[in-house]
């Protein structure tokens, strides 16, 4: 080799080095070589590696690339190396890879490596390849240099034999292509290794002079392609999986490697791309995916059937519990119920009892406390509930503060009571809520099915008959159901469609019972009445209808009628009889002073008929202070802000008469009846009327005693100097015509 080289020639080594470390993608390159056993470095580019080389790295250098394979020096395979190579690693170059320089006697006559700073970088096929065709390229400027060999007259040719030369025994399929153009119709194809013919199909001729594009289908990925083509573009080595097609137009995978080529004159002449046929192993991913997908299918299955299965079990949980008490529900309840009514298809009569059970006076807490205490209460009531019955029993809430107990077996009836008294007991105890202490009790309805029971609404709907009959018997009481509780409801019911109807069809009418001054013996007003005259029941006494009016709430309109006809009349009677002075009292329950807007309601009543608010007594019981009294007393007081008296009437037979005169606005006292029939007999009574009398003088409280039916119980009140007086007597309630008569004859004496 000559001692001092070609400058041209020394150019061409260092471009092909450059190419080579370009087309590996790595940063560094350099080339080795020289004269029998005294091998030097003979370029470099990058970072310069050490230049102590001896004969020993010579040596090994050559026994390691006779094989034709390239040598891969890297940290990462734990290899035995020279210490050269371990001073390259002290520098930065972790990753070395070199291939063999050879003659045209097939003897080694240098090594060309390309080197990175990353320990474990690898090339791809082509740039091996390409690595190869470089090394190739470099021996033939070497042999040159030395005068071993003549240059060549056709350097293209030679060029191309030189790359052919490394890739004709490749068992990978390899295209050796022009380097441009990229753009349309694409670089030609100037050689093809027989294992590219035998992969794809094509015979020689049919290769040669084409573009790769031979190889490309409808399914073959654009984004794939576009990739390749910006690589192609920049002239950077690209490695992609693509989808290719036989001459066949059968599908195959590979594995393509595109490295650029250069000359000695730097410029990239040739692109070498590799196919590695990769179907098996994406056959295998996608297998290996598919079952990853059948398993996470499988699983997300499985999960899917659990979260259903949960749901399931918190929908029938819900079907079934009560949210707030846990307790079994009414749905539960009747599905048991019907499956004792129903056996195997056949209706029998089952031995089940029914508890039925309805906390007295609860919306009270609810309004008092509020809604958060009532929810409260009502878990107390359900744990105490759970004290009081056996296993077998079935406890269920079955409404707002409704709960049923479930018996089931023979002679269950004595047990019922014991426990029914049980819970009243229990239930008797206080219950602490928001520092408060709770007294709460129930009402309950027993009941036991028989031959009248047919299904479970027939039972539990005797069941509550019977809890409102103990209902009615007064707080914390329970009873048992018998077949005329069940006509009572029946009545009830019919009484509460009736009276629903009864103001549409004009069935009700107003009479008036006179209230006499006893001074004068002069009729000072009277009491309007309501009368309800039903086409079928009749005559219907107010004490049966005016509470169930009240229960539904038809008492609101009927009470605005019963004053309008009455003030109505009232007008007539002062239009007609000017020089009377008369006064109206109109009786109003509890639940009417409640409704909103009352008094509103009666002001609009007194404009409506023209009549002075002076001349209207408004009639109440004591019990209307019992419920909301500090209510009662702001109607009261809104009522008496118009100009209307109070009037209380049946006064003493309450609780605490006296304090309601002193607590609220009382205008007039009505003496009950029970004390007038009794002051004749008995001198207790006789000294509570006259008792009544002093202290209606001493408030300036006008009196009237009602029920005077006999002539000595008059003369008696006349003596007491009583002022008003009403009874049968005098006058029973009649029609306002009637009333008309009276104050006629009275003018007329």
């Known amino acids: 080799m000559a001692s001092v080289p070609n400058e041209s020639r020394q150019n061409a080594l260092n471009l092909l080095v450059k190419a080579a470390a370009y087309s590996a993608g790595c940063p560094n390159g350099f080339l080795v070589g020289g004269a029998e056993a005294s091998w030097d470095l003979l370029t470099s580019y990058g970072g310069e590696p050490p230049l102590l080389f001896d004969t020993s790295i010579e040596s090994w250098l050559k026994s390691s690339l006779i094989s034709n394979q390239p040598i891969i020096i890297n940290n990462a395979l734990g290899q035995v190396i020279p210490d050269y190579f371990h001073q390259l690693r002290s520098l930065g170059h972790e990753f070395v890879v070199g291939v063999a320089i050879w003659n045209e006697e097939e003897k080694i006559i240098g090594a060309l490596f390309v080197s990175s700073p990353l320990p474990q970088q690898r090339l791809s096929t082509a740039q091996m390849y390409a690595l190869q065709t470089h090394a190739a ?97 920049s002239w950077q080595p690209v490695e992609v999986e693509i989808l290719n097609t036989r001459r066949d137009g059968s599908q195959f995978w590979v594995e393509l490697s595109i490295v650029p080529v250069a000359n000695e004159k730097g410029w990239f002449t040739h692109w070498v791309s590799v196919q590695r046929d990769i179907s098996e192993r994406k056959k295998s991913e996608h297998l290996a995916l598919q079952a990853l997908a059948d398993r996470e299918e499988k699983v997300a299955l499985e999960s899917r059937l659990k979260e259903r299965e949960r749901i399931e079990e918190e929908l029938s949980y819900a079907a079934y519990h009560d949210d707030l008490t846990a307790l079994r529900n009414r749905a539960y309840l009747m599905a048991l119920l019907w499956d004792l009514f129903n056996n195997n298809g056949h209706v029998k009569i089952p031995d089940a009892t029914v508890l039925f059970l309805d906390l007295d006076r609860f919306k009270f807490v609810n309004d008092s406390l509020g809604h958060q205490a009532g929810d409260i209460l009502l878990d107390v009531v359900a744990r105490r509930l759970e004290n009081c019955i056996e296993e077998e029993y079935v406890l269920a809430r079955v409404g707002g503060d409704e709960f049923a107990i479930l018996l089931v077996g023979e002679n269950q009836s004595s047990l019922a009571v014991e426990l029914a008294q049980c819970i009243v007991d229990q239930l008797s105890l206080p219950i602490a809520i928001d520092g408060h202490d709770i007294f709460t009790s129930c009402s309950i309805g027993i009941v036991t099915a028989d031959v009248t029971h047919t299904s479970p609404e027939d039972l539990l709907r005797d069941a509550d008959i019977a809890m409102y009959a103990a209902k009615k018997q007064g707080r914390g009481r329970w009873a048992l159901f018998d077949i005329s509780m069940r006509k009572a409801a029946i009545d009830a019911l019919v009484m509460q469609n009736a009276l629903k109807q009864a103001l549409a069809n004009n069935e009700f009418s107003v009479v008036y019972q006179p209230i006499y001054n006893t001074l004068t013996g002069d009729i000072a007003g009277a009491e309007a009445l309501v009368r309800w005259r039903h086409p079928v029941l009749g005559q219907v006494s107010p004490d049966r209808f005016i509470s169930v009016a009240e229960d539904i709430g038809v008492i609101h309109e009927l009470g605005r009628w019963v004053m309008q006809e009455g003030c109505t009349e009232l007008q007539r009677w002062k239009a007609e009889f000017p020089e009377q002075t008369l006064h109206l009292n109109v009786n109003v329950s509890g639940v009417e002073l409640n409704h909103p807007g009352y008094a509103n309601q009666v002001n609009a009543i007194l404009a409506q008929t023209g009549t002075d608010a002076h001349d209207l007594q408004v009639e109440i019981t004591e019990s209307v202070f019992l419920h909301q009294p500090d209510t009662i007393a702001q109607v009261l007081e809104s009522l008496q802000a118009l100009g209307a008296r109070i009037a209380l009437d049946d006064f003493g037979t309450g609780y605490s008469a006296l304090g309601y005169i002193d607590r609220y606005p009382i205008d007039v006292i009505k003496i009950d009846q029970s004390f007038v029939s009794r002051m004749m007999t008995f001198h207790r009574s006789e000294a509570i009327v006259k008792s009544i009398l002093s202290l209606g003088r001493a408030l300036n409280i006008d009196i009237t005693a009602e029920g005077v039916e006999t002539q000595p119980q008059l003369q008696r009140l006349s003596e007491m100097e009583c002022p008003f007086v009403q009874g049968y007597l005098l006058s029973t309630p009649v029609s306002g015509e009637k009333i008309r008569a009276l104050l006629q004859c009275q003018t007329a004496s």
């Open 137 to 233: 390229l470099i021996g033939q400027i070497l042999q040159l240099q030395a005068g071993l060999l003549l240059p060549q007259q056709k350097p293209f040719m030679e060029r191309l034999r030189l790359l052919e030369s490394v890739v004709v025994n490749a068992k990978d399929a390899i295209l050796i292509t022009e380097a441009e153009p990229i753009d349309e119709p694409g670089p030609r194809i100037v050689y093809c290794n027989p294992a590219f013919l035998t992969t794809t199909g094509f015979s020689l001729s049919e290769v040669i002079g084409r573009t790769p594009r031979i190889l490309q289908c409808d399914d073959t990925s654009r984004a794939t392609l576009d990739l390749i083509r910006n690589a192609l573009s």
